[in-house]
C-alpha cells in the first residue's frame, strides 16, 4: 500500500508562524496566518473581489531546490494566475526567525478557491495562504494532512512546556499532540489549559487544525461551538 503524503506538525508550525509580505506599489502589507489585515481587506474592497491567495513555486514539498529552477516555476506560476485573478502583486514569504530563506511568492486577488488548490497541487505546494472573508482573514491551507509525530519529538515538544502542562500533553491523543505541535506556542497553553479560560478574553481566529474561529470572546466562541453542535475542542 502506498502511503498517504503527510506534511510534518513542525513544517505547519512554521507556515503558520512566517510573515508574509505583499508588495502594494511604494506600500508593503504583512500579513500572518490566523490574523485580519485591514490593508488587505482595503485592496479587495478596491478591486471589488472577495478572494485572495498567496501561492509560491518555489521548493516544492519544502525540499529546497537550485535558485535557478525556482525561478523559472515562479515565472510559470505567475503565468498561470493571471488569467486566473483581478490582480497580482509580488509578495514573499519569510522566517521571522531566519532560519529558512525568504521564498518569492504572488498575491492573487479574486482567485476561486479550486482554481488555487489546483495551482498549489500543480506545484507541488504543501500548502497556501487563503483569504476569502470582508475582514481578511488569513488563513492556512493545507494540501495534505498534519503528519503524526514519532514518541521521541512528541517528548521532546512535552519537555518544551511549563511544567503543569505537560502531564496534559501527555495523557492527549496523538492526534491531537500533532495539531497542537503544529500551532504557535501561546495557543497550546491556551488549549492545553481550558481551566484558565477567562470567558471575557479576546480569542483567537483559529483553531489547532487551521479552521476560522470566527471574532469575538471565550463567550462567544462557546456559543458558536454549541450552536453548530461541536462538544470537542478539536
Known amino acids: 500500500m ?4 503527510t506534511v510534518h506538525p513542525n513544517l505547519v508550525r512554521a507556515y503558520r508562524e512566517a510573515i508574509y509580505i505583499v508588495n502594494e506599489g511604494d506600500d508593503a502589507i504583512a500579513l500572518k496566518v490566523g490574523e485580519v489585515s485591514h490593508a488587505l481587506a482595503t485592496l479587495m474592497r ?29 515565472k510559470a506560476l ?26 518569492p511568492s504572488t498575491l492573487a486577488l479574486g482567485i476561486s478557491l479550486v482554481e488555487a488548490e489546483g495551482l498549489a497541487d500543480q506545484f507541488g505546494q504543501n500548502a497556501f495562504i487563503w483569504i476569502n472573508t470582508a475582514d481578511a482573514f488569513v488563513s492556512l491551507r493545507l494540501r495534505f494532512e498534519i503528519g503524526i509525530p514519532n ?25 491531537e499532540q500533532a495539531l497542537l505541535m503544529s500551532v504557535a506556542s501561546q495557543e497550546q497553553l491556551h488549549w492545553l489549559n481550558p481551566n484558565a479560560w477567562d470567558l ?35
Open 2 to 5: 502506498i502511503a498517504r503524503k
Open 46 to 74: 478596491v478591486h471589488k473581489v472577495q478572494t485572495a491567495a498567496i501561492i509560491t513555486a518555489y521548493n516544492p514539498f519544502s525540499e529546497i531546490q537550485p535558485l535557478e529552477e525556482n525561478e523559472r516555476q515562479q
Open 78 to 103: 505567475d503565468a498561470a494566475l493571471k488569467p486566473k485573478s483581478i490582480a497580482c502583486f509580488d509578495a514573499i514569504g519569510s522566517d521571522p526567525e531566519g532560519k529558512w530563506e525568504p521564498e
Open 151 to 175: 514518541s521521541e519529538e512528541v517528548q521532546a515538544w512535552i519537555e518544551t512546556l511549563p511544567e503543569p502542562l505537560q502531564a496534559e500533553a501527555q495523557a492527549r491523543s496523538i492526534k
Open 200 to 234: 471575557n478574553q479576546v480569542w483567537p481566529l483559529s483553531c489547532p487544525d487551521g479552521s476560522a474561529m470566527g471574532i469575538g470572546t471565550e463567550m462567544d466562541r462557546m456559543f458558536k461551538l454549541i450552536a453548530a453542535g461541536i462538544q470537542k475542542v478539536y
